[in-house]
């Protein structure tokens, strides 16, 4: 995906697992102003579904990237309303 | 049906009735239809609405209160609330103990008839044996990154979980108040349980 976008924040929730990257991630996004774009950094190979699957069933976000980098997994959401 | 819907049409708006037909006439098929397109929009507008807000509730019977078993509605209840749902759990029995503050900390795994645990149960059944499978899974735990249980009790009620106590059980058990933690709702029973999964999307017993 090659989408245009500026980040706002990073959140690193490397080492934690299920549930806190998706838990973490609505609290991170619940600071940020609509439009504004996180990015989170995880180590839990769960992350990538689970994020996905949040993005998908919460309103006012939108899952805009993923990349799976080896041992980090890396999401790009942006808040929209 | 079509006798029914003409007797209760208004014959003042009905037109001229052509000659014993009985079929609805023009102007009341664009009095159904006209109510039926105002249902329509106010259908549409509800479900929106639920989009907007994330809509969706969850409601949650917690009665178990071993290590393993504590977690799943924790983890649900926060997940949901990370979504925007309206969550309630309601702890009863041995549920209970992940709302007591300090028994919530010392939560065991039950060695045996836990065919999961890698020992014969005539081995578990030994004195201490829960006590190293506890010691055991709580490592594992802590290596995999995974909270304890008050941390997510802690974090569900930062995210507005609402968390509940059975009274009769509480009761029961000689429990009081002051010893859950700060936020949890006390003073409730089956029937405010049973009303708050009557109105939720997901009920769940754990």
Partial sequence: MSTEYD??????????????????????????????VLEVVATDRGSMSDIAGWADTTAGVELLDQSDEGDVFRHVVRKTA | MSSDVSEGGDPADAGPDDGGADGPSRAELQAQVTAL??????????VVADDADGGKRMTIIATKGTLDMAYPPLILASTAAAFGWDVTVFHTFWGLEILHEERSKELQLS???????????????????????????????DEVGTPTIAELVDTCLEMGVDLQACQM??????????????????????????????DADIQLLV
């Fill in chain 2, 37 to 46: 397109q105002e249902r329509v929009e106010e259908l549409e507008s509800g």
């Fill in chain 2, 169 to 198: 059980t509480a009761d029961m058990m000689d429990y009081d108040e002051a010893e859950f933690y700060d936020e949890v709702t006390t003073g409730v029973g089956a029937a405010s349980a049973l009303s708050e999964m009557a």
């Fill in chain 1, 7 to 36: 980040i706002a924040e990073t959140l690193d929730v490397k080492g934690l697992s299920c549930p806190m990257p998706v838990v973490e991630t609505k609290q991170a996004i619940d600071t940020l102003d609509a439009d504004e």
């Fill in chain 2, 111 to 141: 060695s045996v008839g836990n065919p999961n645990t890698p020992m014969p149960n005539l081995v578990a059944a030994l004195p201490g044996m829960d006590r190293l499978t506890t010691e055991l899974m709580n490592r594992q735990i």
